[in-house]
T-cell receptor, first 113, second 114 residues
Framework: AQKITQTQPGMFVQEKEAVTLDCTYDTSDQSYGLFWYKQPSSGEMIFLIYQGSYDEQNATEGRYSLNFQKARKSANLVISASQLGDSAMYFCAMREGGNQFYFGTGTSLTVIP | DGGITQSPKYLFRKEGQNVTLSCEQNLNHDAMYWYRQDPGQGLRLIYYSQIVNDFQKGDIAEGYSVSREKKESFPLTVTSAQKNPTAFYLC?????????????FGPGTRLTVL
């Protein structure tokens, strides 16, 4: 079974609007971490936001927030007030008790002027 | 400035040749990783190392080899046994303790087999 599932290969959003990128995960560990990365066309991977499995509050970092629903095993990324520079690939990742990270297949986000 | 460097940025190889991709970090991270990314795809783990002189195979280790003689360095060799090596290769590192420690990535190496 896939550890991380991103079901949206591509998404479009109007500039200044909010967008939600979906991510579901599969683990039997009690302690794990969830991460979102942005990959622009240059190829670099940019860390955006982290959510720990024991965190009560949803993580927020500027315009990024993580909608963490533990019972549903989902960790959706919400980008508010989209900007043209947000156009990129977005990857959801999970780290379990060890040191291995698992990545989803990514969602390509295009921001429309 | 701390970070991860990968060299070269672009690499061309003839079929049948081995080639080594460099990865160096000065973040004092114990764990280092190599990923392969094909166009429009996610990241697939090739090898990872949690400590010097030790490393583990990832999901697609066949045709690749690594070494970890120093904490700062984790070179990846793409051997002639790798049937389809043209891809984008990303190196990453992280602390080993603490689930909230994200991976830091290098800028990547684009390998093209001619």
């Amino acid at each position: 079974a896939q550890k991380i599932t991103q079901t949206q290969p591509g998404m479009f959003v109007q500039e200044k609007e909010a967008v939600t990128l979906d991510c579901t995960y599969d683990t039997s560990d009690q302690s794990y971490g969830l991460f979102w990365y942005k990959q622009p066309s240059s190829g670099e991977m940019i860390f955006l936001i982290y959510q720990g499995s024991y965190d009560e509050q949803n993580a927020t970092e500027g315009r990024y927030s993580l909608n963490f629903q533990k019972a549903r095993k989902s960790a959706n990324l919400v980008i508010s007030a989209s900007q043209l520079g947000d156009s990129a690939m977005y990857f959801c990742a999970m780290r379990e008790g060890g040191n291995q990270f698992y990545f989803g297949t990514g969602t390509s986000l295009t921001v429309i002027p | 400035d701390g970070g991860i460097t990968q060299s070269p940025k672009y690499l061309f190889r003839k079929e049948g040749q081995n080639v080594t991709l460099s990865c160096e970090q000065n973040l004092n991270h114990d764990a280092m990783y190599w990923y392969r990314q094909d166009p429009g795809q996610g990241l697939r783990l090739i090898y990872y190392s949690q400590i010097v002189n030790d490393f583990q195979k990832g999901d697609i280790a066949e045709g690749y080899s690594v070494s970890r003689e120093k904490k700062e360095s984790f070179p990846l060799t793409v051997t002639s046994a790798q049937k389809n090596p043209t891809a984008f290769y990303l190196c990453a590192s992280s602390y080993t303790s603490g689930g909230d420690n994200e991976q830091f990535f290098g800028p990547g190496t684009r390998l093209t087999v001619l």
